[in-house]
């Protein structure tokens, strides 16, 4: 007997749009079957007009950071709340070096974050802030953990110390890591920012300017030389700008291992708002671009130059986003993880800009084949995990942060009208949302410990 099945409903992948009941045994899909044909189950879940995704996989997030010398306002608790009520079931957190310290000791740091309080599943890439000939050595030893992406920093120091990450690059590579770049050049921003300050140009009608599209592309253009050089893999992080995309397509015409990621800021928002009162709460590494990367990113979605869209969920009260008295101290990032899936599905499938195989592709399958996840994550197969998502595609939401389940006082898209929801939400075959409503104890996800990259992922 089955434990659990969803019958009636419409199954959604990046290759099969098709009515058909699954089920579900010992947390695991068992039986995916023509609608009627499924054996009995101890419960049954009629999802007749309703679409059947697989859970979210959000490479993205930072919980219970610190930043600014300030920690996010949501742990792996709220955080995991939040994202499971958006349909997302599985994470990959930012473990950060401590200066000067192990990457070993980053990721076990981590893990006491998240054991005993993530309701969803999770796991971790590793920040490499100082590329001493120790850090570098570690990084198999990391990979051997299951952690198996490093993250780099372009603007933190990064041109002092770029021979010793490129040796860092080498490393990765040779072992099987993925870079995960957050490139903006440092030189070009410090530029920009000196400029402005000292022009008297404090405020965050001129964060966007303090950080242009050129710094962004100029980075990635370096961070293509310099894996291009060792060999190593590279994922681009959040990219804002047409000219980081455009860098991203002519490496890939040269047959280049090269992956690309946005977020959805990006693609709701544009600078206007920081001429809003309270603008600084949409500050965010890169800024918001003008309507023309918001379009270009749009058509990168649909073509198949971004890969993945992910949230880099950052929370913080509004208190703190906006009492910085200058562009330069105010916290980057906010909380958008409950919104990822529907808003996606509503501003993108439902308004003709993306097909619903894709919807699937860019937050599910895609990432858990890219960060070494897949089948096990991200697809609706026989022997996966039952993560999976009961969505109503013409359910009504308005966001309003009061609903939601992060500890952010405010949402970035406030007052958006969104069609379609998730109506359930289920982790490892168990139910942990229904309408809305969280129903899991802290601490039940587990850590998932990642393969290798692999440089033919899109063909798994």
């Known amino acids: 007997m089955l434990d659990l099945a969803i019958v009636g409903v419409t199954v959604v992948t990046p290759s099969r749009v098709a009515l058909a009941d699954v089920g579900v045994v010992a947390g695991k899909i068992a039986s995916i079957a023509s609608p009627g044909a499924l054996e009995t189950a101890q419960r049954t879940i009629d999802a007749l007009g309703m679409l059947l995704i697989p859970g979210a996989v959000d490479p993205h997030t930072h919980l219970d950071a610190e930043m600014f010398s300030m920690h996010t306002i949501d742990d792996f608790e709220s955080g995991t709340a939040a994202a499971a009520a958006g349909g997302v079931t599985t994470i990959v957190d930012y473990a950060f070096q401590a200066n000067g310290g192990s990457l070993v000791n980053a990721i076990e740091k981590w893990h006491s974050k998240a054991r005993d309080r993530s309701i969803i599943d999770y796991s971790f890439h590793v920040a490499l802030l100082d590329p001493s000939p120790e850090a570098i050595a570690e990084i198999p030893r990391a990979v051997d953990r299951g952690v198996t992406s490093i993250k780099i920093f372009m603007m933190l120091g990064f041109e002092a110390r770029a021979r010793d990450y490129l040796r860092a690059f080498k490393v990765a590579g040779d072992c099987g890591a993925l870079l995960a770049i957050h490139a903006e050049d440092e030189h070009l921003i410090g530029f920009c920012t000196e400029r402005l300050l000292a022009a008297g140009k404090h405020d965050v009608t001129h964060f966007a300017a303090s950080r242009p599209p050129l710094s962004e592309a100029a980075a990635v253009r370096r961070a293509l030389a310099m894996t291009e050089l060792s060999g190593a893999p590279?994922?681009?992080?959040?990219l804002?700008?047409?000219?980081?995309?455009?860098?991203?397509?002519?490496?890939?015409?040269?047959?280049?291992?090269?992956?690309?990621?946005?977020r959805p800021i990006y693609?709701?928002?544009?600078?206007?708002?920081?001429?809003?009162?309270?603008?600084?709460?949409?500050?965010?590494?890169?800024?918001?671009?003008?309507?023309?990367?918001?379009?270009?990113?749009?058509a990168a979605l649909a073509d198949g130059t971004v890969d993945v869209v992910a949230t880099d969920h950052c929370?913080?009260?509004?208190?703190?986003?906006?009492?910085?008295?200058?562009?330069?101290?105010?916290?980057?990032?906010?909380?958008?993880?409950?919104?990822?899936?529907?808003?996606?599905?509503?501003?993108?499938?439902?308004k003709g800009r993306l097909s619903i195989s894709r919807w699937v592709d860019l937050t599910a399958t895609n990432p858990a084949k890219i960060f070494g996840m897949y089948p096990r994550k991200g697809a609706i197969v026989?022997?996966?995990?039952?993560?999976?998502?009961?969505?109503?595609?013409?359910?009504?939401?308005?966001?309003?942060?009061?609903?939601?389940?992060?500890?952010?006082?405010?949402?970035?898209?406030?007052?958006?009208?969104?069609?379609?929801?998730?109506?359930?939400?289920i982790s490892r075959g168990v139910p942990i949302v229904t309408d809305r409503k969280v129903d899991a104890p802290a601490g039940r996800g587990e850590f998932v410990a990642r393969e290798r990259f692999s440089p033919g992922w899109r063909s798994q």
């Open 382 to 425: 026989e022997g996966a995990d039952a993560d999976l998502v009961i969505f109503e595609p013409n359910r009504k939401v308005i966001v309003k942060a009061c609903e939601m389940h992060s500890r952010a006082d405010y949402d970035p898209f406030e007052g958006f009208e969104v069609t379609g929801w998730p109506k359930m939400t």
């Open 267 to 298: 693609l709701y928002l544009t600078e206007e708002r920081f001429l809003e009162p309270n603008g600084a709460k949409y500050v965010g590494y890169p800024p918001l671009r003008s309507a023309e990367h918001r379009d270009a990113l749009w």
């Open 234 to 238: 590279a994922y681009f992080v959040h």
């Open 315 to 350: 929370s913080w009260t509004l208190e703190r986003k906006i009492s910085a008295d200058r562009f330069t101290r105010m916290p980057p990032g906010m909380s958008n993880l409950e919104t990822l899936v529907p808003m996606l599905y509503s501003e993108g499938v439902a």
């Open 240 to 262: 804002s700008s047409r000219e980081a995309i455009d860098e991203v397509r002519r490496a890939r015409v040269s047959g280049r291992t090269v992956l690309a990621e946005t």
